[in-house]
């Protein structure tokens, strides 16, 4: 069974940086894709960022160029750097794992409780 943590969230005045983690335990990190979804109330959880376990990167259309997530195999975290944010960007946010990358959430087979990030214009 895998554990996720999330941590980093809160509120920031737009265009600020913000970096959320996921702290991963109980089975091999390195077999596994982390990715960092999103949800506000009323819409779709919505795919923002993956890694996979040879530190190949995706982005959501949304935030590539202004997001960058990477992983420290040592220490069993996945990050995200959140730059240049908008107010687009307030939501829940939730890392999740799986083997195979993937963009949809309900592939992933394990999920963290989520973290708050409110972006105030």
């Known amino acids: 069974q895998v554990q996720l943590q999330e941590s980093g969230g809160g509120l920031e005045q737009a265009g600020g940086s913000l970096r959320l983690s996921c702290a991963f335990s109980g089975r091999t990190f390195g077999h596994y894709v982390v990715a960092w979804f999103r949800q506000t109330p009323g819409k779709e959880r919505q795919f923002v960022a993956a890694?996979?376990?040879?530190?190949?990167?995706y982005y959501g259309e949304a935030v590539k160029g202004r997001f960058n997530i990477s992983r420290d195999d040592d220490l069993k975290t996945v990050d995200m750097q959140m730059n240049g944010r908008k107010a687009g960007d307030t939501a829940v946010y939730y890392c999740a794992a799986r083997y195979v990358f993937s963009t949809h959430g309900s592939s992933y087979d394990f999920w963290g409780r989520g973290t708050q990030v409110t972006v105030s214009s």
């Open positions: 890694i996979d376990w040879a530190t190949k990167a």
